[in-house]
């Protein structure tokens, strides 16, 4: 069993930045790749950004050149910077991981809110 506690959302104004970090615990090195997704109000759940253990990164065409994934796999983290945010990021944000044998894992979501 993997465990992901995700924090830093928040309220930001148009064209402002918000960091996200997740920590993940539990069964941390059956993990292979960790990301985030979002899910805007009736609105399906869509990735947003990927990192595999290897550091191979993955993005939405919405989001590229405006967010950046990172990991610290020392630290068993994974964070989401996410500048000139637009309202339409609006949307409640979940951590990710994928551990071997397929298994997906989920954080228990973090609001981000972006005012026009």
């Known amino acids: 069993q993997v465990q992901l506690v995700e924090s830093g959302g928040g309220l930001v104004q148009a064209g402002g930045s918000l960091r996200l970090s997740c920590a993940a615990s539990?069964?941390?090195?059956?993990?292979?790749?960790m990301g985030w997704y979002r899910q805007a109000p009736g609105k399906q759940r869509e990735l947003v950004a990927t990192?595999?253990?290897?550091?191979?990164?993955n993005y939405a065409d919405s989001v590229k050149g405006r967010f950046t994934i990172s990991r610290d796999n020392a630290k068993n983290t994974v964070s989401l910077q996410m500048n000139s945010l637009k309202p339409e990021d609006t949307a409640v944000y979940y951590c990710?991981?994928?551990?071997?044998?397929?298994?997906?894992?989920w954080g228990q979501g973090t609001q981000v809110t972006v005012s026009s």
């Open positions: 990192i595999t253990s290897g550091g191979n990164t």
């Open positions: 990710n991981a994928v551990a071997t044998k397929w298994l997906y894992y």
């Open positions: 539990g069964s941390i090195f059956s993990i292979n790749a």
